[in-house]
């Protein structure tokens, strides 16, 4: 069965959610890869608010390519998501955050800090970037557009494809291999 959710996502939706559901995502979300992880962690460590508001959304780890004439976005496939694992603890505790996309397993911190802060992993599928492309229906640059790929996007999605990888009681698909 495939459960199709919403965002912002709400925290009884996001603890509903079990390892190895099939999930479908309509509504906003933002993507973020290294470098804006690392200047989102800095702003909260200074104390200064966050140029976009991440509460109760979804962070992406992508960095789409551009679009081709015609289309919304280029490919947009998931990025290795143990890149992001130095700041992600933060950025769910402070940042507010209920969910993440990526590929790949996560550090003992960051299932830690979806446990304690109601916030769940899901992963789509690596190498199938233009596929994921389909379910983008709008992109926008929202800041940090000197990073190129980088910058933070807000994508409008319909029916995005995902797996919950780990939920938030920790139990987790890797584990289950």
Known sequence: MTIAITTPLQPAIVESLRAGDEVLISGQIFTARDAAHKRLTELIENGTPLPVNLTNQIIYYTGPTPA???KVIGSAGPTTSSRMDPY????IKSGGIRGIIGKGN???EVKKALIDFGCTYFVAIGGAGALLSKSIT???I??????????IYKLSVKDFPVIVAIDT????VYERL
Not at 88 to 91: D, E, N, Q, R, Y
Request: net charge negative; hydrophobic share 20%.
């Open 106 to 108: 996560r550090s003992p």
């Open 142 to 151: 929202v800041c940090y557009e000197d990073l190129g790929a980088e910058a």
């Open 68 to 70: 081709q004439p015609g």
């Open 88 to 91: 992600t603890p933060t950025l």
């Open 138 to 140: 709008s992109s926008e």
């Open 169 to 172: 009681e920790g139990n987790s």
